[in-house]
Structure formats: C-alpha cells, structure tokens
T-cell receptor, first 115, second 115 residues
Framework: AQSVSQHNHHVILSEAASLELGCNYS??????LFWYVQYPGQHLQLLLK??????LVKGIKGFEAEFIKSKFSFNLRKPSVQWSDTAEYFC?????????????FGGGTRLMVKP | KAGVTQTPRYLIKTRGQQVTLSCSPI?????VSWYQQTPGQGLQFLFE???????NKGNFPGRFSGRQFSNSRSEMNVSTLELGDSALYLC??????????????FGQGTRLTVV
C-alpha cells in the first residue's frame, strides 16, 4: 500500500515570499503524482501532475513541482506567493500500473498568505 | 462543459439510518471514484467504479457501498450510520482506463452530518 507525507501542516507567508511545500511518498512501484488545491469553499482543483518525462513540471498559477525519484519526493514550489494563494494544498499519488483512478492523499498543508 | 455534480450538497441524518449520495461525472468520463474527507483522517479513498463495475476498493467497512449506472452516474450508500461517518464525501471522475493516464476532477462534495 502507498502512503503520502506532507511535512508542513500549516504555513504562514507574507506576499511575495517564496513557497516550498514538501511531499514524500512510499510505494514499491512507479506512481503518478499530483498536487491539488482546495480554496476556501471550493472544490479540489488540480494544480499540476506528473506521469513521466521531465521531472520538473509546471502547473497553473505559477506553481511548479520537481519529482526526485531517489528521494521519493514531489515538492511544490512557487517563487512569489499572492494573497489569493491562501488555500489547502494536497499531494497525491496513484499507482502507475493501476488502470483506475485511486488516489492516496497526504494530510494537506494549510497555507495562509498575509497581504 | 459541466463539471462533476454531487447531490445533495448537505445532509443531516440520525444514527442508524442509511443514506444515498449521488454523483454525475463529466460527460464522457466512465471512471467515478469516491472519497471521504474528515479533519482527523484527511482524504481517504472509498472505491472506484468503471463501466458499472467496482474496479478498486479502499479500506472501509461493508456499510459503505456504491454502484454505477450505464450512463456513468454513480451512487454511494452508507447503511447503519455512525457518528464517525460525518464527513465531506467527494466524488471524482476521470478518463482513467479509457486509454489515457489522466487526472481526477472533483465535485463540490456532499456534507453529511450524523446526529
């Protein structure tokens, strides 16, 4: 069975600060990797995804993530956060060899950006 | 195009009762997954249906069941409700298993409160 760890449960930043949220996973095989965001009162939305290829992936709203296979990590980054980035962020994995869509989520990181 | 639609948005039930939640996927999506979101346990995978068949199952008791209809709409049923079943239940649809490795799109969720 796979598991996902997000090390930071709460993060508070000022606008224009840089962001890095950690995500590590445990699984014996190849995985697909995702970052989802949940803005207050809204549904989960995909920020970015990694299936294969270039380990540095770019998503929406200026977010990017880097897959480091040797470290089982998929950290999310943004060079300069905005107040509108205040949300909860979830890292998730699914087994690459499973034809279905079965996500295992991390515990989430609540980000608050102070204006 | 229309997103994933879940009904109802809010439900209040009494312990011991049963409840049925509904999910209409994005048009063309044949995979529907269900997740439970609670403050204590986070987001947990319940099960996934594809072409009316359960393809994957999480680690939940048999009181949690689901089904999928020929139009890909899905229902989730929880019998003999317990207080601990109070949660946000999320439905997600995707093209997974249709020759594409792709992400899940989430609905707004159904907030179930058991009293």
């Amino acid at each position: 069975a796979q598991s996902v760890s997000q090390h930071n449960h709460h993060v508070i930043l000022s606008e224009a600060a840089s962001l890095e949220l950690g995500c590590n996973y445990s699984y014996g095989g190849t995985v697909n990797l995702f970052w989802y965001v949940q803005y207050p009162g809204q549904h989960l939305q995909l920020l970015l995804k990694y299936f294969s290829g270039d380990p540095l992936v770019k998503g929406i709203k200026g977010f990017e993530a880097e897959f480091i296979k040797s470290k089982f990590s998929f950290n999310l980054r943004k060079p300069s956060v905005q107040w509108s980035d205040t949300a909860e962020y979830f890292c998730a994995v699914s087994p690459w060899d499973n034809a279905g869509n079965m996500l295992t989520f991390g515990g989430g990181t609540r980000l608050m950006v102070k204006p | 195009k229309a997103g994933v639609t879940q009904t109802p948005r809010y439900l209040i039930k009494t312990r011991g009762q049963q409840v049925t939640l509904s999910c209409s996927p994005i048009s063309g999506h044949r995979s529907v997954s269900w997740y439970q979101q609670t403050p204590g346990q986070g987001l947990q995978f319940l099960f996934e249906y594809f072409s009316e068949t359960q393809r994957n199952k999480g680690n939940f008791p048999g009181r949690f069941s689901g089904r999928q209809f020929s139009n890909s709409r899905s229902e989730m049923n929880v019998s003999t409700l317990e207080l601990g079943d109070s949660a946000l239940y999320l439905c997600a649809s995707s093209l997974a298993g249709q020759g594409l490795n792709t992400e899940a799109f989430f609905g707004q969720g159904t907030r179930l409160t058991v009293v």
